[in-house]
């Protein structure tokens, strides 16, 4: 059996008895209380995905919080986004994440030294949404909005790690089969050419770094699915770009015992699926640069590793090489399983994806620190009932 070299808890799920650990799971939560997280834009709602994780959630009598934190672009789709959600059971927020009273908020910190207004995207989302779910809980599950696989098992398996005291668990992640729902294509395009191939030819050049092992350990890194608790939600910074993830776990890296970190598998996982993109500014181009610029800044403040123009020409050779190597196995593994698989355009990839590694490095020598949101124990030092300010605005807007 594969533990991924035991840096991390993996659990494995041996076909358990969802139903016994749901019984379970609601008796533990009179004692802790859990919230659901989900980042989205508007227009999730209008797409199938987000109805069935509305209907599934519905199921959840181990969830007592659900917080929707939504980028809305009128007040027209604020309501439509409120009435979608209020056929939940559990109590309901949805925080408009760029409304005028949110906004107004993060103007008064603005003026007092904390600007958190230049930052966008779904890292700013997670970043308000954990404030306030960190009132209303203290097991936190933050998922997508666009998962297609969805049901109850998947919250369930996210928070059960943290609720159930015994096991010690401060961050658990989410891990999968990434397999097209009705195409059997062998998805995951990210992780597979990019990630995998790209943290095997960093520990070629770099060794055995601890923090390389440890993401290593993670069976799908890229996954935006975890829970962690209240605790660790209040002293990690959030990436505001689409190295969220991986610059996630950096902070779970520098904050957590590793004993207390651990992965649970989802089973068979889908989701919408990005582009590859026409430049670095779109698709997955985009996200891989992202991700190698996080990795890059945090190698350098967990190792003291430095990063030169030569080791980037390095890189590019040896990812490539890693990478060609890995279409082997991907090839192998999608012929035994009946899963369709295009090699040659697989390559297609990898050598677009080098390319990127190139234009990552260039934008890395020119900002090495890279885009972070600060943790909420700095927000609250600035403005102390910063939480209790968000509450109170979501309230407001919802009745407008």
Avoid at 10 to 24: A, M, P, S, V, Y
Avoid at 230 to 256: F, H, K, M, Q
Wanted: glycine letters at 6%; charged letters at 25%.
């Amino acid at each position: 059996m594969d533990y991924k070299q035991e840096l991390i808890t993996t659990i494995h799920d041996f076909g358990c008895d969802i139903n016994e650990l749901e019984l379970k799971l609601i008796d533990l939560t009179k004692e802790t209380k859990t919230v659901v997280l989900i980042p989205a834009l508007y227009e999730e709602i209008k797409r199938p995905a987000l109805h069935i994780i509305r209907q599934e959630l519905g199921k959840c009598q181990f969830v007592q919080t659900v917080i929707i934190c939504v980028y809305a672009k009128t007040i027209e789709e604020y309501r439509e986004t409120v009435q979608f959600f209020q056929s939940l059971p559990q109590k309901t927020y949805i925080l408009w994440e760029n409304g005028q009273r949110i906004t107004n908020i993060l103007e008064c910190l603005r003026a007092k030294d904390l600007d958190l207004m230049r930052y966008k995207g779904k890292g700013k989302a997670v970043w308000l949404g954990l404030g306030l779910a960190t009132l209303a809980g203290e097991a936190i599950a933050l998922h997508d909005a666009d998962i297609i696989t969805y049901d109850k098992s998947y919250p369930l398996k996210l928070l059960f790690p943290l609720v159930e005291k015994e096991f010690g668990i401060a961050f658990n992640k989410a891990y999968y089969a990434r397999i097209g729902e009705n195409s059997r294509n062998l998805n995951g395009r990210a992780v597979r050419l990019f990630v995998t191939p790209l943290l095997s030819a960093l520990t070629d050049m770099f060794g055995y770094q601890n923090y390389l092992r440890y993401l290593n350990a993670f069976r799908y890194p890229l996954s935006g699915e975890f829970a962690l608790n209240s605790d660790l939600a209040l002293n990690i910074r959030i990436p505001a770009n689409w190295g969220l993830e991986i610059g996630l776990l950096a902070e779970v890296y520098r904050n957590v015992a590793e004993k207390r970190i651990s992965q649970i598998d989802l089973g068979i996982f889908d989701h919408k699926h990005q582009k590859i993109g026409k430049s670095t500014n779109e698709g997955l181009q985009k996200m891989c640069l992202d991700i190698l610029r996080s990795l890059f800044r945090t190698l350098t403040e967990t190792e003291q590793v430095i990063i030169t123009r030569d080791h980037i020409h390095a890189l590019r050779i040896k990812y490539r090489r890693e990478a060609q190597d890995y279409t082997r196995q991907y090839s192998l593994d999608a012929r035994f399983n009946g899963l369709s698989y295009d090699r040659h355009q697989e390559e297609v990839i990898i050598e677009i994806f080098q390319q990127v590694i190139g234009e990552s490095g260039e934008y890395f020598f020119a900002d090495p620190s890279g885009a972070l949101i600060p943790d909420w124990t700095r927000a609250l030092a600035v403005m102390p009932d910063l939480r209790e300010q968000l509450q109170k605005a979501v309230n407001e807007d919802s009745q407008i």
